[in-house]
């Protein structure tokens, strides 16, 4: 496997991994009915974080 592939898998790995922590964290807090905005604001920074990873992956992949 190429260094360009191997590089996009793990771009990939990692946004995916951003994705799960931050839907995680927002089940928790929703759950634990914690009233503050601090836990959300991480959640959409992580979400946000990995749809960009998602995405930068695919153009990548598409241009090789």
């Known amino acids: 496997m190429d260094l360009p592939a191997r590089r ?4 990939r790995a990692f946004g995916t ?6 839907f ?6 929703m759950s ?3 009233e503050g ?3 959300h604001i ?3 920074f992580l979400i946000l ?3 960009g990873l998602r995405i930068e992956a695919a ?3 598409r241009t090789m």
């Open 42 to 44: 991480l959640a959409a």
């Open 49 to 51: 974080t990995g749809l």
């Open 37 to 39: 905005l601090k836990p």
């Open 32 to 34: 634990s009915g914690y």
């Open 24 to 29: 995680m964290t927002t089940l928790l807090t």
């Open 17 to 22: 991994v951003s994705l799960v922590a931050g």
């Open 8 to 11: 996009n898998d793990t771009v």
């Open 59 to 61: 153009i990548a992949d």
